[in-house]
């Protein structure tokens, strides 16, 4: 259990180090960004469309791999001969909360969400090809629930109601932007998720499943939401991700001793980060005695996009012998990920006091961008894969004593590396082009039940895992080389004796927080910065 919302926490661990696998192909987050484990916002797939699902806390069978928490394995259902479905909707609102916590009363805001969906199976063919599919939607809200002193927010914060109001109207006045609200309210959300599949039994000895997943969903974020930071609504970030899904599986009984399992699919993930301020205006940050307060588009959202696709291919035997099930596979997951992100693109700035703000009078200016100033070079895209073998064997040794002992083989392979910075190389005597490419792990597993009677039963083992991998930080070492882009920093500028550069297309103002300061873009250009 987690407190993320849908997440699964197993032993203590972060979700992160779980692995979700979906009728057997793994649909985990191939980025690391979300706290959840799931490549989405929300869990990926409609509730209704799960037949069961198993949580192995410790499996010692080497068929499960990549994670060092739990293998959370979702099986769904399939249709069948006779025509089922249902339907179902669930609503709250404002009017279903309280209005008050320990006798104080609270602003609560109007809004209502509203979650619906679908499910449907049969037969195509009697007998022989069978549809499922199902539907959800989630019209949901965030809650911004941080108001000033007095303000009946949830979270009241060290700043006044004038204050804000102030910094506020100095934005529009002074920078020509318009901030948002400082009051609590809401941010609506969408959640649509679908799932597709179809299962044609080609023999009596062979089955063939295809199936569909899409799931696109946003929530709205804090940027800077401690107890000394206060930011206005748009300053708050969209966050979320589409994903594609389909796989094809092939169920193969050979003899009466040998089945096999082969198994490949795509996943495709477009991830979001999106200013709810759009993409044309900085961030500025106004340092009072208590706290900051921010509006503008966070600085980390400037140059920010994120897509990758992961490629699995699973093949695996079982034999039976005697007393023996031998199991042998091979896995493979390709990932091809591209990524950009860089911090201050379109600059973030700093005042020390409201009085300040109003005056022009900065106390850092920041700004960072590829040495030409188009943030697009900063760009990166790179593919690695992860090869895995396996073989174990299951002995049943009696009625009661059951043994499993087997071999798990992880093997990296790519061939993208970083850009080589000679001023690092230099420095340390080693360079910072490194890759996984040859790094590989063996994993030793081995498992013993023992049935002492049929209510009482023990079970035990040793073994080796590996996942949760963190590509979100291996992605940085090849974004951040500084060989095509640097950060600069200027302190106690006057912004209204500057000439701007680098403008927004269609912004109200050339000037502070659409533009860039001419001196601060010459130093990023001569690839002066850090």
């Not at 050979?254 to 477009?270: H, I």
């Not at 005056?359 to 590829?370: K, S």
């Amino acid at each position: 259990q987690s407190s993320n919302a849908d997440s699964i926490q197993c032993n203590g661990a972060n979700p992160r180090f779980n692995s979700l696998t979906i009728d057997g192909i793994r649909l985990n987050d191939g980025f690391g960004l979300n706290s959840n484990g799931y490549p989405t916002q929300r869990m990926p797939f409609p509730f209704d469309a799960v037949s069961g699902i198993a949580v192995e806390l410790a499996p010692m069978s080497v068929i499960y791999g990549g994670f060092s928490a739990c293998n959370i394995n979702a099986v769904t259902k399939s249709g069948s001969n006779e025509l089922f479905g249902s339907v179902f909707i669930d609503f709250t609102g404002d009017s279903f909360q309280g209005d008050s916590l320990e006798g104080d009363d609270l602003q609560i805001p109007d809004y209502d969400e509203t979650r619906y969906g679908f499910e449907l199976g049969g037969a195509l063919i009697q007998d022989k090809l069978f549809f499922y599919g199902a539907y959800e939607r989630y019209d949901g809200v965030d809650f911004n629930n941080r108001g000033a002193i007095g303000s009946g927010a949830v979270n009241e914060v060290l700043v006044t109601q004038a204050q804000l109001d102030e910094i506020a109207q100095l934005s529009r006045d002074v920078y020509g932007f318009d901030p948002g609200t400082s009051a609590p309210g809401t941010f609506d959300f969408e959640d649509e998720k679908y799932i597709a599949k179809l299962d044609w039994y080609a023999s009596d000895t062979q089955r063939v499943a295809f199936t569909y997943m899409s799931n696109d969903s946003f929530t709205a974020t804090a940027s800077d939401g401690e107890n000394i930071e206060f930011e206005f609504s748009d300053h708050f970030y969209n966050r979320g991700a589409e994903l594609n899904s389909a796989s094809v599986s092939l169920y193969s009984d050979w003899t009466p001793n040998f089945s096999t399992e082969l198994r490949v699919s795509r996943s495709d993930v477009d991830f979001l980060q999106e200013p709810r301020a759009g993409d044309q205006f900085g961030e500025i940050r106004v340092e009072l005695d208590d706290v900051d307060v921010y509006l503008g588009g966070d600085d980390s959202r400037h140059a920010n996009a994120l897509n990758y696709t992961i490629d699995q291919l699973v093949a695996r035997g079982r034999y039976q012998l005697g007393d023996h099930t031998i199991t042998g596979g091979f896995e493979r997951e390709a990932y091809d990920i591209f990524n950009l992100f860089y911090q201050h693109v379109d600059t973030e700035i700093r005042f020390d006091g409201i009085e300040n703000f109003r005056n022009g009078i900065a106390d850092r200016v920041y700004y960072g961008n590829a040495f030409s100033n188009n943030e697009a070079d900063i760009a990166e895209a790179f593919e690695y894969a992860i090869n895995y073998f396996f073989i174990q064997d299951e002995w049943q040794v009696n009625d009661h004593l059951a043994l499993t002992y087997g071999l798990r083989y992880d093997y990296y392979t790519t061939d993208d590396a970083p850009n080589l910075n000679t001023d690092f190389e230099a420095s340390y005597g080693f360079g910072n082009n490194a890759t996984l490419d040859g790094r590989d792990l063996l994993q030793p597993r081995f498992g013993v039940s023992y049935d002492f009677s049929d209510t009482l039963s023990f079970r035990g083992g040793i073994g080796l895992f590996s996942g949760g991998n963190p590509n979100v930080w291996l992605a940085n070492t090849y974004s951040n080389t500084s060989t095509t882009a640097v950060q600069a920093r200027i302190d106690g500028v006057n912004l209204v004796e500057q000439t701007y550069v680098n403008c927004e297309a269609g912004v109200p103002v050339e000037g502070p927080g659409y533009c860039v300061p001419q001196n601060i873009a010459d130093v990023v250009a001569a690839g002066d910065g850090s």
